[in-house]
């Protein structure tokens, strides 16, 4: 079986950023963007928790959502199986430099937010018991502060070669 693209990655030397991860059309013709917003580096520092994880992804869901601007072309928010970041999915032909205020905002909230998590509850989760809110706002706090707020070439261009 081929190798999806997104396995040819030298996760090796992948750093925390906000990457393309790939771009896909619609039968309408539009382009949807997927994001690897990596908040860990990948074998060498420690992964998230799946419980901050899912509390980060009601909350940055959320958000994102219901942003002013964004809201329309926010298509998915969601923890990567490896619990070293999230994929984010934009309608349009974007790049990181594109969201990165997006990103800081998103991140900033979710490391001030204070109070129930929206859709916590029994009703609105299916395993809303599973979440660390101090999790992933100290996530959040840390990719903000560490990456975002310093972003490079480094940390949104994929490694090639050797």
């Not at 999230?86 to 109070?115: H, K, S």
Request: proline share 7%.
């Amino acid at each position: 079986m081929k190798k999806i693209p997104s396995f040819t990655i030298d996760h090796n030397r992948l750093l925390r950023g906000v990457y393309v991860s790939r771009r896909d059309k619609t039968p309408s013709d539009d382009v949807l963007t997927t994001f690897d917003v990596r908040m860990t580096e990948p074998n060498r520092q420690p992964a998230l928790s799946p419980e901050a994880l899912h509390a980060m992804e009601h909350l940055a869901a959320t958000y994102l959502r219901n942003h002013p601007d964004w809201a329309e072309r926010i298509i998915y928010w969601g923890p990567m199986g490896c619990c070293t970041g999230n994929y984010l999915i934009v309608q349009g032909l974007l790049e990181p430099a594109d969201i990165i205020l997006l990103l800081i905002e998103t991140m900033d909230f979710v490391a001030r937010f204070d109070g129930e998590v929206p859709g916590a509850s029994p009703r609105d989760c299916g395993n809303y018991l599973f979440m660390d809110l101090d999790g992933a706002r100290k996530a959040a706090r840390i990719y903000l502060d560490e990456v975002l707020c310093c972003i490079s070439p480094a940390n949104t261009t994929y490694p090639t070669g050797e």
